[in-house]
């Protein structure tokens, strides 16, 4: 336990310089993956690549997406994504695509096995002879890197340590852009996130849930699925975590009005339910949520203990510090406790404004997961 205990992170142009000067330079060859899209930051990652190191292999995780007019604008700009990937890995690099399509024509009984596919990718993909992994996720949707990250993480770990390979986690954060894209044909269900399903995989189970959904502007819909998915004759917390200190020093107070209904009506919370954490900090809510959780697994251990389930609905860095803490408390191996990372995909987004007038201030972050940084 405690993997990230003491950790380190890049941002802004120390990421960008610590790419180029350590992660891009060595003997051995670095692979990246990423995933297709309309999002321009899909290539923020590959462009400062391609610059430092000899030999990069990329994988692209192919995403499939619904038709209509809009998707149809979208889709243009992913292949225009796509041009600009092609373009840059000439004569630098080897690009494999990696079929983890959504099947559009069964959305809602289909998406979780795209996870599945991720989870096969992870499993699969050869690390021997690189000295760095770098896994971008600015343009992929949550029910892939979740399951691709955790399978790395919690499953090869023993991998990387024999390859003395290094995994890192790259983010291109833009608020601005990330506010202007909703997503659209929501699934109809939520799931469980693989390998994070045994939370909720007996239906006899009738130890206590703790919800702590990561609450983010405009997701009442995906909050209200997966609160459908949970049990509902089994004792119930809900612990929502808020966005605290962030760039915008009145956004938890905005969210809290924004879901104002759910959290007094609904689930009548009051302010010792709520978790704040940094929104530029992932490792802040690998801790906030990590001692959460075993703190509710020993307040309630004479109700058999707890099942945390958790669900992001913000940010990728605060989804990335949920995933840390979750992926160290399935390391727990007890009768009194579990631990589940719920999800609804969408399979068609909408993009407010006009598709070129993007915001251009991203911020780059580079987290290091496993490898050198953390030895001794």
Not at 93 to 109: H, I, N, P
Request: aromatic share 8%; proline share 5%; charged share 25%.
């Amino acid at each position: 336990m405690n993997n990230w205990q003491s950790h380190i992170y890049w941002s802004g142009s120390a990421a960008e310089d610590m790419l180029s000067e350590v992660v891009a330079t060595g003997e051995k060859s670095v692979a990246l993956v990423i995933g297709e899209g309309f999002d321009p930051r899909m290539l923020d990652c590959l462009n400062v690549l391609v610059r430092s190191t000899a030999e990069l292999k990329v994988y692209l995780l192919k995403i499939g997406r619904s038709a209509g007019a809009e998707q149809t604008q979208l889709a243009a700009r992913a292949k225009a994504n796509l041009g600009k990937l092609v373009e840059l890995l000439d004569g630098r690099g080897t690009l494999a695509v990696v079929d983890t399509q959504f099947e559009t024509d069964d959305r809602d009984s289909t998406a979780p096995s795209a996870s599945d596919k991720s989870v096969e990718f992870a499993r699969e993909l050869p690390i021997d002879g690189l000295s760095s992994l770098v896994v971008d996720i600015s343009a992929l949707p949550q029910g892939l890197y979740f399951p691709l990250l955790e399978i790395l993480i919690g499953q090869r770990r023993d991998d990387f340590l024999a390859c003395q390979t290094s995994l890192y986690v790259f983010v291109s954060e833009n608020v601005s852009l990330d506010a202007r894209i909703s997503g659209q044909e929501l699934q109809e269900d939520a799931y469980m996130v693989p390998p994070f399903r045994s939370a909720l995989a007996v239906s006899e189970d009738k130890r206590p849930i703790v919800w702590f959904p990561v609450l983010g502007e405009g997701e009442a819909l995906q909050i209200g699925r997966v609160e459908k998915l949970l049990p509902a004759r089994v004792e119930r917390e809900v612990c929502p975590i808020l966005p605290m200190p962030s760039t915008n020093p009145r956004r938890a107070d905005l969210l809290i009005r924004e879901y104002e209904t759910m959290l007094q009506d609904n689930w009548a919370l009051d302010s010792r339910s709520f978790i704040y954490s940094d929104e530029r900090n992932p490792f802040h809510l690998y801790t906030q949520l990590s001692r959460a959780a075993l703190r509710y697994r020993e307040a309630l251990s004479e109700l058999g203990g707890c099942r945390a389930v958790v669900s992001c609905h913000s940010s990728k860095l605060l989804s990335l510090g949920a995933l840390l803490a979750a992926s160290e408390l399935n390391q727990i191996e007890a009768d009194d406790f579990d631990i589940g990372l719920a999800n609804v995909d969408a399979t068609a987004y909408r993009l407010s404004g006009e598709a070129d007038d993007w915001p251009s201030q991203s911020t780059y972050f580079l987290i290091p997961i496993l490898g050198e940084v953390y030895e001794d």
